[in-house]
């Protein structure tokens, strides 16, 4: 069983930096896709970057390309997502996600919520002056 635990939001002024992570435990094989996601109130759960537990590859969407940056820590089995520069707009909660998959990083981080077996309880994050 792949638990998966948030941290690292809060409230930052535009333009600044917040960086999120999700340990994760449990992982019994090597071909998850863990993203994360965003939720906004009245909006779908949308994922804004994603990583392969398998190969490293990155995606991102285009809102968050040049600002956010996903990587992992084998060592520590965390996933972490740094977030620059910050816009208002990137409020919401954040959730990171897992799911076992032989689709492509791009195909799978474009792909609906329930392509996704695990979640993290979702951590809040508020971008305001």
Do not use: H
């Amino acid at each position: 069983q792949l638990q998966l635990v948030e941290s690292g939001g809060g409230l930052v002024q535009p333009g600044g930096s917040l960086r999120l992570s999700c340990a994760a435990s449990g992982f019994t094989q090597n071909y998850y896709v863990i993203s994360w996601f965003r939720q906004v109130p009245g909006k779908e759960r949308e994922a804004v970057a994603c990583i392969s537990n398998r190969n490293g590859r990155t995606y991102y969407v285009d809102s968050v390309k040049g600002r956010f940056n996903i990587s992992r820590d084998n060592a520590k089995d965390t996933i972490y997502l740094q977030m620059n520069n910050l816009k208002p707009e990137d409020t919401g909660v954040y959730y990171c996600a897992a799911g076992a998959t032989l689709m492509t990083i791009q195909a799978m981080c474009v792909a609906p919520r329930n392509e996704y077996d695990y979640w993290g309880q979702g951590t809040q994050v508020t971008v305001s002056s």
